[in-house]
């Protein structure tokens, strides 16, 4: 059973920056974050692959930078730049040996 526990969210001001962690109970090769808005669907944010590759949603590119420490099993995601537009539960995701499992969500308010 893979078990993913989320941190770092909270309350921004526009502009400002956040970092949140996703910790794995195992080594994956295939994470990222996810997030929902008020009144949307859960969409992609970022996502980091086999060999570290890496894929953004546009509306962030440029201001997130996903990335992981291997040796800790843990899953970062740099937020900078922070509009309201980005707040969101954000959720980690894992696909291991072909099952998707979720974190339990972090809540990202940017507010002034």
């Known amino acids: 059973q893979v078990q993913l526990v989320e941190s770092g969210g909270g309350l921004v001001q526009p502009g400002g920056s956040l970092r949140l962690s996703c910790a794995a109970s195992?080594?994956?090769?295939?994470m990222g974050w996810f997030r929902q808005g008020p009144g949307k669907q859960r969409s992609l944010v970022a996502i980091?692959?086999?060999?570290?590759?890496?894929n953004y949603q546009d509306s962030v590119k440029g201001r997130f930078t996903i990335s992981r420490d291997t040796a800790k099993n843990t899953l970062y995601l740099q937020m900078n730049s922070l509009n309201p537009e980005d707040t969101a539960v954000y959720y980690c995701?894992?696909?291991?040996?072909?099952?998707?499992?979720w974190g339990q969500g972090t809540q990202v308010t940017v507010s002034s």
């Open positions: 980091i692959t086999t060999g570290d590759a890496t």
């Open positions: 195992v080594s994956i090769n295939v």
């Open positions: 995701y894992a696909l291991y040996s072909g099952t998707a499992y």
